[in-house]
């Protein structure tokens, strides 16, 4: 029981590059959400999934997007990435009301 | 007004004392409210969550709610260096998507 992956770990990108995180889980939950941590800004919900099919924005959402697969997957799209995008990014999953997390993706955008 | 307020620390006690850390909120409508740790450079990991006001007691951890004074703190009790990490609070308003955290309070615990 893998519990919340997510790949790749580290990754660089150039200004205007395009990238997709990957997130999936097998614990059978509904719910899956993508967050970027900054220091000093805490967690912000980019754009969650509240089941499979369904997907709404969240606090940050500009300049992303995402594909909720199935149930297991839910993937993150940068499609022209910013130097302020460089960021922690974490996806969680969640059966009730409380989330867990991956072990995240460090992204720089130079 | 931020939503979920927390001083950032560093807090710091010695190992075997009570490290108290706190956590207000603006909602007045909140419901659920939970306790991540955070180790530097790994995910935050789930270490309790309240529902009802009063305490909730898990192991050394004791998670305290006072919803009238919008208050929510996390005691650990016989505090050890290996409890040395960033606590996040969480707060759910209602709804799957209304999860706001926290900056965190960075704790650190002196052998």
């Known amino acids: 029981n893998a519990g919340v992956t997510q790949t790749p770990k580290f990754q660089v990108l150039k200004t205007g590059q395009s990238m997709t995180l990957q997130c999936a889980q097998d614990m059978n939950h509904n719910s899956m959400y993508w967050y970027r941590q900054d220091p000093g800004m805490g967690l912000r919900l980019i754009y969650y999934?509240?089941?499979?099919?369904?997907?709404d924005k969240g606090e940050v959402p500009n300049g992303y997007n995402v594909s909720r697969l199935n149930k297991r997957e839910f993937s993150l799209r940068l499609e022209s990435a910013a130097p302020s995008q460089t960021s922690v990014y974490f996806c969680?999953?969640?059966?009730?009301?409380?989330?867990?997390f991956g072990p995240g993706t460090r992204l720089t955008v130079t | 007004q931020k939503e979920v307020e927390q001083n950032s620390g560093p807090l710091s006690v010695p190992e075997g004392a009570i490290a108290s850390l706190n956590c207000t909120y603006s909602d007045r409508g909140s419901q659920s409210f939970f306790w991540y740790r955070q180790y530097s450079g790994k995910s935050p990991e789930l270490i309790m969550f309240?529902?009802?006001?009063g305490d909730k007691e898990d192991g050394r951890f004791t998670a305290q709610l006072n919803k009238a004074s919008q208050y929510v703190s996390l005691l650990i009790r016989d505090s050890q260096p290996s409890d040395s990490a960033t606590y996040l609070c969480?707060?759910?308003?209602?709804?799957?998507?209304?999860?706001?955290f926290g900056t965190g309070t960075k704790l650190q615990v002196i052998p």
């Open positions: 969480a707060v759910n308003s209602g709804g799957y998507q209304k999860v706001t």
């Open positions: 969680a999953s969640s059966g009730g009301l409380e989330q867990y």
């Open positions: 999934s509240a089941s499979e099919g369904t997907t």
């Open positions: 309240i529902y009802s006001n």
